[in-house]
């Protein structure tokens, strides 16, 4: 599975670190929830970089921080 670039993925967020933290709190959805990936090979990191280039998953700027 190829990683979507990273043009592509700041096309939906503001910042690149907002993008690590809402790929992370993603793939941590992901393994807590024990969704079947697509392929053994594929990380949670990468679907979770997958569904934020298609635009799945959103995010809200606090001041307590994203979610």
Known sequence: ???PS??????H???K???VVV???RARAI???RVSLPDKSTKPVTVALFEISQ???R???TKAGIK
Not at 6 to 11: A, I, P, R, S
């Open 23 to 25: 790929a992370a709190k």
């Open 17 to 19: 670190y907002t993008l």
């Open 13 to 15: 967020v503001d910042s």
């Open 1 to 3: 599975m190829k990683q």
């Open 59 to 61: 995010f809200e700027r």
């Open 31 to 33: 393994t807590d929830q």
């Open 6 to 11: 990273l043009d592509e993925l700041m096309g």
């Open 55 to 57: 635009g799945k998953v």
